[in-house]
Every structure is written in C-alpha cells, then in structure tokens.
C-alpha cells in the first residue's frame, strides 16, 4: 500500500471510533510506531483537525466532517461480497440491518460509486442453504449481555440426551464455523468451558447477575478451536467419464484441488471428521476409489457391514 492510500485509510480508522491507539494503526499497516506519528503529522498539517495523544489515542475533533466517501472497485465488491454472505447465513433482522447500513453509505457516497455498487450487485449472488437459520436476534441478546458482563439462563437441547434443560452461563463470545452459530460461555451447572450450537437454544433468559469470573479471553478460545481441530487430508480418484456424475456437493465437503492426469482426476480434499465424509463418499463408491487415507476405506467399509438395507 502506499502511502496517500495509508493515508486515507488512516483517516477512515480515525473518522470510525472515538479513539485510535498508534499501536492499532501499526499493526493494522505493518508500519513502525514512528511511521505512524509522521503520518498522522502529515494529516494535520493537510488541514485535518486531530485530537488526542500518544497514551489515550488519537481522533477526529468532535464535529469535523469529512467529505463524501470514496470507495476502490476492490472494496465495493467486498462490500457485496459480504452483503450475500449476510443475506446466505443469517436471518431476516440481520439482513434489514445490514440492508439500512448500505442505503447509509449509499447516501454519503458519490452517484459514480452508487451506479458502481448497483452495477456489481446484479452479478454477484450465493446459492441459500436449506438449512433453517438462527434467530439472530439470539446473537443480539447474547451479545448485549456480554457487554453487560451479565450472566444468562439457556433452554438448551441436548441431542445425547434427547432432552432440554436449563443452564446458566457466563457468555464470552460467538462464532460462525461451517454454516453454523456457536457461543462459547462458561457453564456454572458444569463448572466448565461449554460451546453451545445457536440452532439448539430453544429460550434465553436475562439475569441481572454478573460475571465475576475472571474468564480467559474470546481470541484465546478461538485460538485453542483451531487448534484442536485438525483437518484431515483425502484423496480420490475418479475416471474423467464419470467426473461429470459428482454433484457439486465436493465442494461443501473439502474439495481443495482437481489433479487431472491421463484418463482420470485425483480430488484432494480436506475434512474435519473422516467418519462424515465416508457417509457422503459411500455415494460414490462405484466410481470413485479411495486413494488416501486407508482409514476412510476402513471406515466406508464398517458402515457399508452395518447398514439396514
């Protein structure tokens, strides 16, 4: 990036919070602290009225309006981008939201990144899962809660069990993995770590009790997630015949990389759990051989000597 464009984006990052500390410009622009300083200088000296210091951080004088904004080609599509994102894995409140954040960035926006905007959103969409989506007012609640530092009261449905039951937690975080919701919070029932599924909290229930517990970190937990789950790799193998006949269901389930060699493609993928991936290899048992790992031709097997057919 250069710097009339580290410029401007700085200028965004000071016009969008209250305060900016020098060590998030830093980090953000992999530049040095004194880096930050000049350029902050430059943006003074441009006539930019700068308020704040070094220790409480730095921002735009209450009051002071910037120009109408502009936006690259690349940030206009990531802005759409995003927007099927919204729309594809989150519910209609969601959706609304965002919907009104558009129109208020359309509306401070010059009409030639307006006509740009309409232009690249009527070619750009996502395929809808048909999976039921969250109440995403449930991340709002939880969320404000969190904010709060209070605690909260879960129906939860647990499916070992076949059954709901109350829990009352200390909410630290949500998360989106693999098209679903999770929030991880502190259980007092089992006086432990817990990641619940959004989709299975059938009611919440709001306490005016805090959270006194001195809880880790939400970047620590995701950190220790990806690490525990480890991904697996599989290779198939398919005649270039009957490619054609694999549904674009390879995709969901970790198609990485399509090798194609003389008469045949190796798929490569990565997966989360070798045991669900045979249930969807199973389909394709008569086209398709296991190159790698033999557990999967273990696996595909015990559950071909178990099935109710």
């Given at each position: 990036?250069n710097?009339?464009d580290r410029?401007?984006a700085?200028?965004?990052?000071?016009q969008?919070?209250s305060?900016?500390?020098?060590?998030?410009?830093?980090?953000?622009f992999?530049i040095?602290?004194?880096t930050?300083?000049?350029d902050l200088?430059?943006?003074?000296e441009?006539?930019i009225?700068?308020?704040g210091d070094?220790?409480e951080?730095?921002s735009?004088?209450?009051?002071?309006k910037?120009?109408?904004?502009?936006?690259?080609?690349?940030?206009?599509?990531?802005l759409?981008v995003?927007k099927q994102?919204?729309?594809?894995?989150t519910?209609?409140?969601?959706?609304?939201?965002?919907?009104?954040a558009?129109?208020k960035?359309k509306?401070v926006i010059?009409?030639?990144?307006?006509d740009h905007?309409n232009e690249?959103s009527?070619?750009?969409?996502?395929?809808?899962?048909n999976?039921?989506?969250?109440?995403?007012?449930?991340i709002?609640?939880?969320v404000?809660q969190?904010?709060?530092n209070k605690r909260?009261r879960?129906?939860?449905?647990?499916?070992?069990?076949?059954c709901?039951?109350?829990?009352e937690?200390?909410p630290?975080g949500?998360?989106f993995?693999?098209?679903n919701w999770y929030?991880?919070?502190y259980?007092?029932?089992?006086?432990?770590?817990?990641?619940?599924?959004l989709?299975?909290?059938?009611?919440?229930?709001?306490?005016?009790?805090p959270?006194?517990?001195?809880h880790?970190?939400?970047k620590?937990?995701?950190?220790?997630?990806?690490?525990?789950?480890?991904?697996?790799k599989?290779?198939?193998?398919t005649?270039?015949?009957?490619?054609s006949?694999?549904?674009?269901d390879?995709?969901y389930h970790?198609?990485?990389?399509?090798r194609?060699q003389?008469?045949y493609i190796?798929?490569?993928?990565?997966?989360f759990s070798i045991?669900?991936?045979a249930r969807w290899?199973?389909s394709?048992?008569?086209?398709?051989?296991?190159?790698?790992?033999?557990?999967l031709?273990?696996?595909a097997?015990?559950l071909i000597?178990?099935?109710l057919?």
């Amino acid at each position: 990036m250069n710097r009339v464009d580290r410029l401007s984006a700085i200028l965004n990052m000071l016009q969008s919070s209250s305060s900016v500390k020098v060590m998030s410009i830093a980090d953000r622009f992999q530049i040095s602290k004194r880096t930050v300083y000049r350029d902050l200088q430059a943006l003074a000296e441009s006539g930019i009225p700068i308020a704040g210091d070094g220790y409480e951080g730095y921002s735009l004088v209450e009051g002071y309006k910037l120009p109408p904004l502009m936006f690259t080609r690349s940030e206009t599509l990531a802005l759409l981008v995003a927007k099927q994102i919204v729309n594809t894995y989150t519910d209609s409140l969601i959706n609304l939201n965002y919907n009104s954040a558009m129109d208020k960035i359309k509306a401070v926006i010059k009409s030639t990144e307006k006509d740009h905007i309409n232009e690249v959103s009527d070619i750009i969409n996502a395929c809808h899962s048909n999976l039921p989506i969250q109440s995403l007012s449930t991340i709002d609640t939880i969320v404000d809660q969190i904010i709060k530092n209070k605690r909260i009261r879960i129906q939860y449905f647990s499916y070992h069990v076949q059954c709901e039951n109350e829990r009352e937690i200390d909410p630290i975080g949500v998360f989106f993995s693999q098209s679903n919701w999770y929030l991880i919070a502190y259980c007092h029932g089992k006086r432990d770590y817990r990641t619940f599924h959004l989709r299975r909290i059938r009611n919440i229930i709001l306490t005016e009790t805090p959270i006194n517990h001195d809880h880790p970190s939400f970047k620590t937990f995701l950190k220790k997630l990806g690490h525990e789950a480890k991904m697996q790799k599989i290779i198939l193998r398919t005649s270039k015949q009957n490619y054609s006949i694999m549904d674009e269901d390879r995709y969901y389930h970790g198609l990485i990389e399509e090798r194609s060699q003389d008469d045949y493609i190796d798929l490569h993928f990565m997966t989360f759990s070798i045991r669900h991936f045979a249930r969807w290899y199973l389909s394709y048992t008569d086209i398709a051989e296991v190159i790698y790992p033999d557990e999967l031709k273990q696996i595909a097997r015990q559950l071909i000597d178990n099935s109710l057919l």
